[in-house]
């Protein structure tokens, strides 16, 4: 809505402030996170050296080529690494400003602008997706809401088409073609009977929402999102969706069966591929800097209004064997006290947690996506495991319970690792 006259703008600071919700008055939507200032200096070297020692065991479990990752314990100090190399044979070393993409962390993007819509009055969480698609057929009695939660009860195209995926990275896809395939695939329940992870889920919120708001992905992220968290390295690209702009490092997965199975010793690049594959459930592109501003905003709320905040924050469980104190929310994963989300994209996998009293946050991202979305999580769970035991620079370091230690989460990252001993091995360049 286009804002014209002193008047109109003073009134539009006077509800942002109230709400919280954009930075166009008082600075940066970053300077508005509450929580603890950050301490300067880095972690102590004990830290830092069992910091180090689990991104790099992780990358050798991961057969990675290189790793971006970031501690912050606000009581303590910092820790920022990049290891190893952008490219399997003849890369430059790996620098903490390269850019990598996201995969699913998107998809509490996509969430959020969901929330800052709602909070502008545009939608609501209980609309029924065929108010703003009314041609789709198949999902009645859908919410929008549900669909952020994953409990529409939709199937999902992932798992069929995971060995296109990585294969034949640079096909285009069209938007209807992959959520059809979701929609016909066998469906885990009734619509908010259930957890169930759905990609095609996000892509059925995405159309809505673009037809609600009559704008681009690109633009609401921007606008919701980015700009408001001044996050200059991240984008969305829709309009050229095989390659990224700025330094990276190469993107690698293990070449798949047509059965979805690993053909061990065959690692392809993946670093040039067709986002329409992910779309609003994974396609962005970000930094290390970028994630940790939008990690800590994102645990803290400081996006939307408190409504939606809670909303947001409000959790069902995954069932199955999932532990109990994993939880999902609207785009948003909870372990124990720490929120975020992980990603995975052919190329990368990558994870976010932050624990909002404390200020604890995390990122990490391994450049060969072959053990997928749950290795970058549980790497993410023991670093912050390990950095929750650093000591105050002054004063007494914050408790944070965790229900896991950095030596459980080492182990199911070894359980978790993919085609460890191959026969023979190809490189990719």
């Given at each position: 809505m286009r804002r014209q006259g002193k008047r109109a703008l003073i009134a539009a600071c006077a509800v942002v402030l109230a709400a919280l919700v954009t930075s166009a008055c008082t600075g940066p939507a970053h300077e508005l996170v509450p929580g603890p200032t950050q301490a300067n200096g880095s972690l102590p070297l004990g830290v830092e050296k069992q910091l180090k020692t689990a991104v790099t065991d992780a990358m050798k479990l991961a057969d990675a080529s290189g790793a971006i990752a970031g501690v912050w314990a606000p009581w303590s100090g910092s820790w920022t690494a990049a290891e190893g190399t952008t490219a399997r044979k003849g890369g430059k070393p790996m620098t903490t400003q390269m850019r990598f993409r996201i995969g699913q962390n998107t998809r509490s993007m996509t969430c959020t602008v969901l929330l800052a819509l709602v909070d502008a009055g545009t939608v609501k969480l209980d609309d029924p997706v065929t108010k703003y698609l009314p041609d789709m057929s198949d999902v009645?009695?859908?919410?929008?809401?549900?669909?952020?939660?994953?409990?529409?009860?939709?199937?999902?195209?992932?798992?069929?088409?995971?060995a296109q995926f990585v294969n034949n990275p640079t096909r285009s896809w069209p938007q209807m073609e992959l959520l059809t395939d979701g929609l016909a695939e066998a469906r885990p329940g009734r619509p908010g009977e259930k957890f169930s992870s759905s990609d095609a889920g996000y892509f059925l919120l995405g159309l809505a929402l673009q037809r609600a708001s009559g704008t681009s992905w690109t633009e609401l992220y921007q606008k919701y999102i980015f700009d408001r968290l001044g996050m200059t390295a991240s984008s969305f690209p829709e309009s050229n969706p095989f390659s990224f702009a700025g330094t990276h490092p190469q993107g690698y997965a293990t070449a798949l069966e047509a059965s979805g199975s690993p053909r061990c010793g065959t690692v392809l690049t993946e670093?040039?591929?067709?986002?329409?594959?992910?779309?609003?459930?994974?396609?962005?592109?970000?930094?290390?800097?970028?994630?940790?501003?939008y990690?800590?905003?994102?645990?803290?709320?400081?996006?939307?209004?408190?409504?939606?905040k809670k909303a947001q924050w409000a959790t069902v469980a995954l069932g199955g064997d999932a532990p109990t104190w994993e939880g999902y929310g609207l785009g948003v994963e909870t372990f124990g006290p720490l929120r975020g989300h992980s990603g995975q994209i052919p190329g990368f996998i990558t994870a976010t947690l932050s624990e909002p009293k404390s200020g604890l946050t995390v990122v990490v991202m391994l450049n060969n996506s072959s053990p997928g979305a749950e290795f970058a999580q549980?790497?993410?769970r023991q670093l912050a495991s390990i950095a929750s035991k650093a000591p105050a620079t002054k004063g007494s370091a914050p408790v944070i319970a965790l229900p896991w230690s950095s030596e459980q989460a080492a182990a199911d990252l070894t359980g978790l690792a993919v085609c460890q001993q191959p026969a023979t091995s190809t490189p990719a360049p």
């Open positions: 009645d009695d859908i919410t929008l809401e549900q669909l952020c939660r994953n409990t529409a009860g939709i199937g999902d195209y992932t798992t069929a088409l995971a670093t040039n591929l067709s986002a329409s594959m992910a779309w609003t459930a994974g396609g962005v592109i970000s930094s290390l800097a970028d994630m940790r501003v990690a800590q905003a994102l645990a803290a709320g400081a996006l939307v209004s408190p409504q939606s549980t790497l993410a």
